[in-house]
């Protein structure tokens, strides 16, 4: 059973840039295409990005530009890059494949101010 565990979300202020982290346990991460989600309060969560095992990304219109996604394999590790952020972008994000395969992690809260 994959592990998914989430960090470095945190409070910034708008314009601002973080870099989030998802370590997964289990061998599958290697062949899994894994995706960055969010869930703002009220909303549901949605895909903001994701990449193929060899590195092929796609990301909503919302964050295209801004966000980057990545991965290393051997770390069985995907990161989030985000940059010019806007209050808009304030949820908790989580990572897993996509489509959804692995139980939840925590997720880490990401705020933005204006």
Known sequence: QVQLVESGGGLV???GSLRLSCA???SIFSIATMGWYR???GKQRELVARS???GTTNYADSVKGRFTISRDNAKNTV??????LK???TAVYYC???PV????GQGTQVTVSS
């Open 13 to 15: 202020q708008a314009g």
């Open 24 to 26: 997964a346990s289990g």
């Open 39 to 41: 869930q703002a309060p």
């Open 52 to 54: 193929t095992s060899g």
């Open 79 to 84: 990161y989030l890059q985000m940059n010019s």
């Open 87 to 89: 209050p808009e972008d």
């Open 96 to 98: 897993n494949s996509a």
């Open 101 to 104: 395969i692995f139980a939840w």
